[in-house]
């Protein structure tokens, strides 16, 4: 068997032909789709990339793997020195090649992110040109389809392919946001009063500060194709457009990967599976263009899934899947589909029989984490999303919320204060999934406890941000996060800390000192 996995960074399913986006974004991911098992509820485990990509990989949590964020100890997978890969724990790669697969990547995922175990997959790696991310889809799809014409009569391989496009910022041509522009209407939602509304949510990526980082000017890099901020319908309709012309460029050169196949001659005995390391807000809790919640829109994933010789003679009403499903949950799967014996340290579970048309038992409930721009876990079920911010990063994230999803897709209502007893089972569950995989012997520490002290900076420093807030007028805003910033914990790092506090700590006794000696002595 051959298999290509289509790795699409901040593919949103809901933007999709397969899966009824109104607009008409992806006609060949809508071919595949029509042979192919389209499964209606996977999530990535973990967001945003390299937390995914490594749980993909990994069949682990990020609680167990180590990598739950994008810098600093929260991006440290736990990996033992040593000869040999883990042998109960080995990537998914590794445990493909020792089943007889030549397995290669066209993917600058390592380099972007600094995560050279990635590496550890493939038995030969390629990049499509020298960046370091955000290549067109011309250009990967130049190395992609050159590497398949070589095997093209070999048998027993997997190529791993990532596509940069619908990421920001969305540097395709201006003439495929224009084509989107004109295919049909945006969303109604958000309204011109929502829209209002949202400047009051601070935060990178949020309306007033959509470009708004620790290196950027402010204003947009590609004005062609993203507006500086979202003050009203008009700009929210060009972001919209946008990235669905990010996403339909995307799916042009995806057709040309797929007729690549058929003009070799093996479309038809070559698996393919189309999936994305996360989504993306679009106004979702006053978050524009971004990936930087535990929320429906950032982690709810397409998982589009052709296997040869299965699925093509599936009927129809066994094509779709809406069973609650992780992204590490693939691994085990593409196991069971070829044969191999699942290694023991891996913790998602297969879904083979799915693939096979066979309907299969539902999780009760799904846990998910982000821990890049802000630090939140979330238990998601087939109805309701609760939500736990643990550190709020730079953004307005509530401490706890709660959403009925099936009712409420933007997330505008939150239910806390009305489902007390729902609230509190939703946060049992969370308990429970703690206790699973970092409370009992052996587990090694939450990573995301042992870095709250530093939390989600490496994109964006609060303090300088709150700065900021107050340079533009925001002043109650910056008080705000202030306020969610304050701490009367005593910072004891159980390692050595990252940074000198010897004149912090100077400074401070000194005012403890001035203030007892300024003190009135109080008479007898």
Not at 385 to 414: M, N
Request: charged share 25%.
């Amino acid at each position: 068997m051959r298999i290509i996995y289509v790795d699409v960074d901040t593919l949103r399913a809901d933007h999709t032909t397969p899966y009824g986006y109104h607009c008409f974004t992806t006609p060949h991911l809508r071919q595949l789709a029509d042979k192919s098992v389209t499964f209606d509820r996977y999530y990535c485990s973990d967001s945003p990339c390299l937390p995914s990509r490594t749980a993909l990989i990994s069949g682990q949590f990020g609680i167990t793997n180590g990598v739950i964020g994008h810098f600093g100890p929260a991006a440290q997978f736990r990996l033992d020195s040593g000869h040999g890969p883990e042998p109960d724990r080995p990537l998914l790669g590794q445990r493909l090649g020792w089943g007889g697969y030549y397995t290669a990547a066209v993917s600058v995922f390592a380099e972007r992110h600094r995560a050279y175990f990635f590496h550890g997959n493939f038995r030969e790696s390629h990049r499509a040109t020298a960046r370091f991310g955000d290549e067109p889809a011309e250009d990967v799809n130049r190395v992609a389809i050159d590497w398949i014409r070589r095997h093209a009569e070999e048998e027993d391989w997997y190529l791993h392919v990532t596509y940069w496009d619908p990421h920001t910022n969305y540097i395709q041509p201006a003439e495929w946001t224009e084509k989107m522009a004109a295919s049909g209407p945006v969303q109604e939602w958000p309204d011109e009063e929502t829209i209002a509304a949202h400047a009051e949510i601070y935060g990178p990526r949020s309306a007033l500060d959509l470009h708004y980082s620790l290196t950027g000017s402010g204003r947009s890099p590609v004005p062609h194709n993203m507006p500086d901020a979202i003050r009203s319908r008009a700009d929210f309709e060009h972001l919209i457009n946008s990235y669905d012309g990010a996403v339909h460029h995307w799916d042009h050169h995806f057709g040309r990967l797929m007729a690549a196949l058929e003009e070799l001659g093996i479309a038809e005995a070559t698996a393919v599976i189309v999936s994305a390391d996360h989504g993306e807000s679009f106004g979702e809790q006053g978050s524009y263009a971004e990936h930087g919640l535990a929320n429906e829109p950032t982690h709810r994933l397409p998982l589009i899934l052709y296997w040869p010789g299965v699925t093509d003679r599936l009927p129809a009403e066994a094509r779709r899947n809406d069973a609650l499903l992780y992204n590490i949950d693939l691994a085990p799967t593409l196991c069971d589909l070829l044969g191999m014996e699942t290694p023991a340290g891996w913790q998602g579970e297969s879904f083979a029989p799915a693939v096979h048309g066979e309907t299969i038992e539902s999780r009760p409930y799904l846990v998910l984490g982000h821990e890049a721009h802000t630090y939140q876990r979330a238990v998601c079920t087939r109805d309701h999303l609760y939500i736990r911010t643990y550190h709020p990063g730079a953004f307005r994230a509530e401490w706890e919320q709660l959403f009925h999803v099936t009712d409420d897709p933007y997330l505008t209502r939150d239910l806390l204060d009305q489902e007390p007893e729902l609230a509190a089972t939703l946060r049992s569950h969370l308990a429970e999934w703690l206790h699973e995989y970092a409370g009992r012997p052996g587990c090694l520490p939450d990573p995301m406890q042992t870095t709250l002290q530093t939390g989600p900076t490496y994109y964006n420093d609060p303090v300088r941000y709150a700065r900021h807030l107050r340079d533009t007028g925001r002043e109650h805003l910056a008080d705000d996060l202030e306020a969610r910033l304050a701490s009367l914990n005593i910072p004891a790092s159980w390692h050595a800390p990252d940074r000198p506090r010897t004149v912090e700590l100077a400074a401070r006794w000194a005012e403890l000192l001035q203030t007892r000696d300024q003190r009135p002595i109080q008479p007898n």
